[in-house]
């Protein structure tokens, strides 16, 4: 079956970094586009960052622009989100999305806490 799983969350202080894996399974990876999406405590789910099938450009919100990198590896069905400098505004659970056409999946999130 399809499956998304996010990795690489945790408790962060601020100007840190953490890397986010996302591991798919059960779908062609590789023609697929992946981003990955936020959401903190009553706020909605907004994007940060999208990267196409193929690689290429990517698409940042203005929010983690120079911040946050996000890279694929198709021969590993894998989506990261290298993400520096880190801001206590940054704190959300962090979702990793697959979509092509109509067909989308999502992850189930891992979260991402940065305070002192």
């Known amino acids: 079956q399809v499956q998304l799983v996010e990795s690489g969350g945790g408790l962060v202080q601020p100007g840190g970094s953490l890397r986010l894996s996302c591991v798919a399974s059960?779908?062609?990876?590789?023609?697929?586009?992946m981003s990955w999406y936020r959401q903190a405590p009553g706020k909605e789910r907004e994007l940060v960052a999208v990267i196409p099938s193929a690689g290429g450009s990517t698409i940042y919100a203005d929010s983690v622009k120079g911040r946050f990198t996000i890279s694929r590896d198709n021969a590993k069905n894998t989506v990261y989100l290298q993400m520096n400098s880190l801001r206590p505004e940054d704190t959300a659970v962090y979702y990793c999305?697959?979509?092509?056409?109509?067909?989308?999946?999502w992850g189930q999130g891992t979260q991402v806490t940065v305070s002192s």
């Open positions: 059960g779908f062609t990876f590789s023609v697929y586009a």
């Open positions: 999305n697959a979509k092509r056409y109509w067909n989308g999946y």
